[in-house]
């Protein structure tokens, strides 16, 4: 266990504690001493699918779909068909309930019944989204439900965001975990796609500025813009490749644009981004085919 140390505890040690209010006692009895790295709780779980005892869904996850264990028997947690609870205190197994039957103590400061979840750190301010059917961080005044991408966000971005359908529905396009239920931090990148923030922060430390689902741009990218305008006026474009045109396509606005070719990169005319990428040559190259195939 982590955060403390672990003990046991009888009906009757329950009872002979003194304070000035028992429901306060039961409470905040045994409160931070147990749990895993995942949650503090008073409680753990008896897993349907294997029934094995964990401390949480993911102990069960992290366990069950490790390296060491047989590929054939690998699984998540059903985690809504949970039955069946142990209180840390006395050991006693019980169906699925906040306070426990024999010691009386609360297993969970937050309880949620229908996602069979508990917890004692409230100042995450948990609450229930029905519509994404699980429990959730961070207030539930501060969070809308957007039905089209099938997530709850910031009601700062309630008319800000651009909606993907089931945006938060799939894997980080980098670390690949499953963004729905993550415990990590997820942003929504301005084309709409969701990731780890912890894996857009890696992304910019090498400087990689493009969404990697649409390739879009994940900032205002102007001032870089305007830095390569410079760069390639100072840069002389070969004689060979002079009269050499090419198609482009712009992966931030989708506009096509026919543009001078040139070895650094193209600028999209409809909207200035050198966020683009080289669809074919022009017919009049002026270089060899060999050659022109290279460059491209």
Request: glycine content about 6%; charged content about 25%; overall charge negative.
């Amino acid at each position: 266990m982590e955060g403390g140390c672990e003990t046991k505890l009888c009906t009757n040690e329950l009872e002979s504690v003194e304070f000035g209010n028992q429901n306060a006692t039961l409470m905040e009895f045994g409160l931070g001493n147990y749990g895993c790295s995942h949650y503090r709780r008073r409680c753990k779980i008896r897993a349907p699918c294997c029934n094995d005892i964990f401390d949480c869904r993911h102990c069960h996850n992290e366990a069950k779909n490790s390296l060491e264990s047989n590929p054939h028997q690998r699984h998540d947690i059903p985690r809504h068909e949970i039955e069946k609870v142990i209180c840390s205190l006395c050991d006693t197994e019980q169906d699925v309930q906040q306070y426990c039957v024999n010691c009386g103590v609360c297993m969970g400061n937050y309880f949620c019944a229908k996602c069979k979840f508990f917890d004692d750190d409230v100042s995450k301010n948990q609450y229930h989204c029905d519509e994404c059917g699980i429990c959730r961080t961070g207030g539930e005044e501060n969070f809308f439900h957007c039905n089209k991408c099938g997530c709850c966000y910031s009601k700062l971005m309630r008319d800000a965001h651009h909606c993907v359908e089931r945006a938060m529905h799939h894997n980080c396009p980098v670390c690949f975990e499953f963004l729905f239920d993550t415990m990590k931090d997820v942003t929504v990148l301005p084309c709409g796609h969701t990731m780890h923030l912890e894996c857009l922060r890696e992304m910019e430390q090498h400087y990689r500025y493009s969404c990697p689902v649409c390739s879009k741009s994940i900032c205002d990218m102007s001032k870089l813009w305007r830095k390569l305008d410079q760069e390639i006026a100072s840069i002389p474009v070969p004689a060979i490749y002079q009269n050499k045109m090419v198609w482009i396509l712009c992966n931030d606005c989708g506009a096509t644009s026919h543009v001078q070719f040139h070895i650094m990169t193209h600028k999209c005319l409809n909207c200035k981004s050198y966020n683009t990428r080289q669809t074919q040559g022009g017919p009049a190259a002026s270089c060899s085919s060999g050659m022109s195939e290279v460059v491209r």
